[in-house]
């Protein structure tokens, strides 16, 4: 069972900045994609940034520019910095990982989900 934790999440200021952390828990855990998704109320769940299997980097167009993922040099750990928020980044962010070696941005229904953490704006 793999677990992912996020944290770093709380409330923020319009033109602030924040920074989300994921860690993978699971010691023989090993993911090409990891990515972090948002779910807003009564919005529907939209990626926001990934690292893909072959190395690049996505972003939704919303956050290009503002938001800038990263990791560590372990691979365990994925951190997304959150730059110049907006009122429409107010969301509850997940981390997740692929669970069948597909697409953790294109697939996301088979990933490995965390827990979320919640990022308010005001």
């Known amino acids: 069972h793999v677990q992912l934790v996020e944290s770093g999440g709380g409330s923020v200021q319009a033109g602030g900045s924040l920074r989300l952390s994921c860690t993978a828990r699971?010691?023989?855990?090993?993911?090409?994609?990891m990515a972090w998704f948002r779910q807003a109320p009564g919005k529907e769940r939209e990626g926001v940034a990934a690292?893909?299997?072959?190395?690049?980097?996505q972003y939704t167009d919303s956050v290009k520019g503002r938001f800038t993922l990263s990791r560590d040099n372990a691979e365990n750990t994925v951190h997304l910095q959150m730059s110049s928020v907006k009122p429409e980044d107010a969301a509850m962010y997940y981390c997740?990982?692929?669970?069948?070696?597909?697409?953790?941005?294109?697939?996301?229904?088979?990933?490995?989900w965390g827990q979320g953490t919640q990022v308010t704006v005001s």
């Open positions: 690292y893909v299997s072959d190395g690049s980097l």
């Open positions: 997740a990982a692929d669970r069948h070696g597909g697409s953790c941005w294109y697939e996301p229904d088979d990933n490995y």
């Open positions: 699971t010691g023989t855990f090993s993911s090409a994609c």
